[in-house]
C-alpha cells in the first residue's frame, strides 16, 4: 500500500512554468507506475504523462509532448512533472496515480485510464492566466 500526496500547483502566467511533485509514503514508488492526470472544470478526466515500474518507460500524451516530463527521484520517493511553455487550457486539478508493478509496455494502454491505478492522491490545483 502507498499514499501519495501531489504539491507544486499554482498560478502561473502563460509560458511559464510549474514543477509538480508526487510523494509517496508507506512503500517505494520505483515499484510503481505512476500515472499524472488532470481534470478542468466541466471536462472529463484526462492522462497527461505515465512513467513505468521498474523500467521506466514513459508516455505523453499528444498536448504534452515537448512541454512536459516525468522523472523519478527514487531517494526522495517522488516523481515529478515539469511542466513547461504553459497554456491557459493547462488550467486543471491535476493528480498522481499509482499501479503497483504496473509496465506501460504490456497490457495495451491501460495506464491511460485513471481507474486502471489503484492508489490516487489528492490533486493540486493548476492555474495558467495573465
Known amino acids: 500500500q502507498v499514499q501519495l500526496v501531489e504539491s507544486g500547483g499554482g498560478l502561473v502566467q502563460p509560458g511559464g512554468s510549474l514543477r509538480l511533485a508526487c510523494s509517496g509514503s508507506?512503500?517505494?514508488?520505483?515499484?510503481?507506475?505512476i500515472g499524472w492526470f488532470r481534470q478542468a472544470p466541466g471536462k472529463e478526466r484526462e492522462v497527461v504523462s505515465c512513467?513505468?515500474?521498474?523500467?521506466?518507460?514513459?508516455y505523453y500524451s499528444d498536448f504534452a509532448k515537448g512541454r512536459f516530463t516525468i522523472s523519478r527521484d527514487n531517494a526522495k520517493n517522488t516523481v515529478y512533472l515539469q511542466m513547461n511553455d504553459l497554456k491557459p487550457e493547462d488550467t486543471a486539478v491535476y493528480s498522481c496515480?499509482?499501479?503497483?508493478?504496473?509496465?506501460?509496455?504490456?497490457?495495451?494502454?491501460?495506464?491511460?485510464?485513471?481507474?486502471?491505478?489503484?492508489?490516487w492522491g489528492q490533486g493540486t490545483q493548476v492555474t495558467v492566466s495573465s
Open positions: 512513467v513505468s515500474a521498474m523500467d521506466d518507460d514513459t
Open positions: 508507506g512503500n517505494q514508488l520505483e515499484h510503481y507506475a
Open positions: 496515480a499509482a499501479s503497483p508493478g504496473g509496465l506501460l509496455k504490456y497490457g495495451g494502454p491501460w495506464f491511460r485510464t485513471y481507474e486502471q491505478y489503484n492508489y
